[in-house]
Structures are given as structure tokens and as C-alpha cells.
Nanobody
Framework: QVQLVESGGGLVQAGGSLRLSCVASRSIFSRNLMGWYRRAPGKQRELVARISSGGITYYTDSVKGRFTISRDNAKNTVYLQMSSLKPEDTAVYYC??????????WGQGTQVTVSS
């Protein structure tokens, strides 16, 4: 069964931290590259961080130095540690394999709201 369950979002003040978790079904997690995406109000979904099965990471410039992606291959789980949060980080955060399109399965996401 295809599954993506994101959790850990919430309301936090600017400068605060949150840790997101995503449990994926094996069929998705086995696709090597996993990523965290976000969709801010009025904007398209963007990939903010990705990680290979071997632990190689990539971050978009706007989160570099503040976000850390990691994964536990034994638990089919991907994490996103977010620090020094800014109001512009407010979005619904999703995880999925890198390259997922609108036609692929997506979870419900988890809302992150950063107040100024």
C-alpha cells in the first residue's frame, strides 16, 4: 500500500525550530532520492531538500544552513530539522521521492506556520 505520512508541523515564532518526520511505504522510500517539498500560500510546490539512500544531501539556497535533512532507512522515515525559522518558511510541507509529479501519490502534508 502506498503511504506517505508527514508530521511535526505547528506554530512557532521566528527564530524557533521544528522537526518534521515522514513515514513512507517501501515502494516510495526505495526510490533512492527522497525529498522535502513545501507549498507556500499562492505559490507552487518547491523542493527544499533532498537526500540519497547513501546520505548525500542537497538544499535550496533559501534554507541552506538552517535546515537539515536525514533519513532512517530501516524505518522508511525521512526527517527535516528546521532551525532559525522565518515567516517566509510558512507553508505546507510534504515529503516524496525526488521527481514526483502531480500525478503521483502525495500525503496530506504538515502545516508549518512561523509568526514574526
Amino acid at each position: 500500500q502506498v503511504q506517505l505520512v508527514e508530521s511535526g508541523g505547528g506554530l512557532v515564532q521566528a527564530g524557533g525550530s521544528l522537526r518534521l518526520s515522514c513515514v513512507a511505504s517501501r515502494s516510495i522510500f526505495s526510490r533512492n532520492l527522497m525529498g522535502w517539498y513545501r507549498r507556500a500560500p499562492g505559490k507552487q510546490r518547491e523542493l527544499v531538500a533532498r537526500i540519497s539512500s547513501g546520505g548525500i544531501t542537497y538544499y535550496t539556497d533559501s534554507v541552506k544552513g538552517r535546515f537539515t535533512i536525514s533519513r532512517d532507512n530501516a524505518k522508511n522515515t525521512v526527517y527535516l530539522q528546521m532551525s532559525s525559522l522565518k515567516p517566509e518558511d510558512t507553508a505546507v510541507y510534504y515529503c516524496n521521492f525526488v521527481g514526483a509529479t502531480l500525478y503521483d501519490y502525495w500525503g496530506q502534508g504538515t502545516q508549518v506556520t512561523v509568526s514574526s
